[in-house]
């Protein structure tokens, strides 16, 4: 897909279509580069020595509270995808005008106790004071180590494996959309559910680590991709622009949340399209799913099988009780559509 050059783009991620082009004009260039630039690869991989350093970056741009939190886990999520144990952090901080010096100490405060608890060093990065910004945004860059043996590179899902979901659909979407437009949501789904929503951040929170340590250890794992912006249904076509693959989603067998389906229903909101750190997509080879499964209960999670990789003839689609249809696309992820919506409604409202 070409695109004109006065294309004017939709907030969120850069369509594929572009965005992949671009990539691809970095070529591989350095030999100990293992994973390097490309559609649907959650961190680089680089190696050094007899080991395998793993570097992502990523900001939080929807949040603002909990911003911290957030940012450590996003960022580890994706280091877990590759098989590699988060270590190090560099933070940038872009402050509004008119932060006040106590604001900076307690987001310091925050970070510091988030990487604290996922056992990550801080250990430098940027901070200023900058025009044009309504709320403190946070740009994280998290290096991580792992070894040849244990790194899992992207692009390894093959027809015929089973697709499968942990936890559930939108989790990170649900809380973030129930903290930052909580007046709008009690008006219309009730404090109690509001409150519901809001409490998925911290259980069952939006980390994936023992998501995806205990998938890899278990084995068949053929690939693993964080559910982010754009929600499942980005994921799914990630996972499988990585491979060169198709895929088949049956929507019968994802799960979803009544926090996520009472939000998403009043905002009119498709859950599929909706963030999703806190569920983790794997393919793994069919014979392994019942020991997957079982391994993630005995862990605290559930798994589900959510449909098939297929080949890349066979397209992406939904496969619903014997219809098929497309998959839908988000341009913009319906989070960010709904905030963009709706937050100016209840400006400056966080969390009572």
């Known amino acids: 897909m070409s695109f004109d050059p006065s294309t004017r783009l939709p907030v969120g991620k850069l369509p594929a279509g572009l965005l992949g082009p671009l990539l691809a004009t970095f070529g591989p260039g350095d030999p100990d580069v293992i994973v390097g630039a490309g559609v649907g690869r959650d961190a680089a991989a680089i190696a050094v020595g007899d080991r395998i350093l793993v570097v992502k970056t990523d900001p939080i741009t929807f949040a603002s509270d909990n911003a911290a939190a957030y940012l450590v886990d996003v960022n580890a999520n994706d280091l877990a995808c590759l098989g590699a144990t988060p270590r190090w952090m560099l933070v940038t901080a872009l402050l509004p005008a008119g932060i006040t010096a106590g604001e900076v100490s307690a987001q310091f405060e925050a970070l510091r106790l988030a990487s604290q608890a996922r056992g990550i060093a801080l250990i430098g990065g940027h901070t200023e004071v900058t025009t044009g910004l309504d709320r403190t945004i946070l740009v994280g860059c998290l290096l991580g180590e792992t070894t040849p043996e244990r790194l899992l590179r992207p692009g390894g899902a093959r027809p015929g494996d089973r ?94 949340l009544a926090e996520t389906t009472a939000v998403a229903g009043y905002l009119e909101l498709d859950p599929l399209g909706m963030l999703g750190s806190g569920s983790l997509l794997a393919t793994a080879a069919p014979e392994t799913v019942s020991k997957l499964i079982a391994a993630a209960e005995a862990a605290g999670f559930a798994v589900h099988d959510i449909g098939q990789i297929l080949p890349s003839a066979k397209g992406i689609h939904l496969h619903d009780n014997g219809t098929v249809g497309d998959l839908p696309t988000f341009d913009t992820d319906e989070v960010s559509r709904a905030l963009n919506e709706f937050r100016y409604q209840v400006e400056g409202e966080g969390a009572p």
């Open 163 to 256: 697709l499968l979901l942990t936890k559930s659909l939108a989790i990170e979407g649900t809380a973030l959309l129930a903290t930052e437009l909580g007046s709008l949501l009690e008006a219309g789904i009730g404090r109690e559910m509001r409150d519901r929503a809001r409490a998925l951040l911290d259980s069952p929170g939006i980390s994936v680590l023992n998501d995806a340590q205990t998938l890899l250890a278990t084995g068949g794992i053929t690939a693993l991709h964080d559910v982010t912006e754009g929600g499942l249904a980005m994921a799914v076509r990630e996972i499988a622009a990585a491979a060169n693959a198709g895929a088949r989603l049956d929507p019968r067998s994802i799960p979803i």
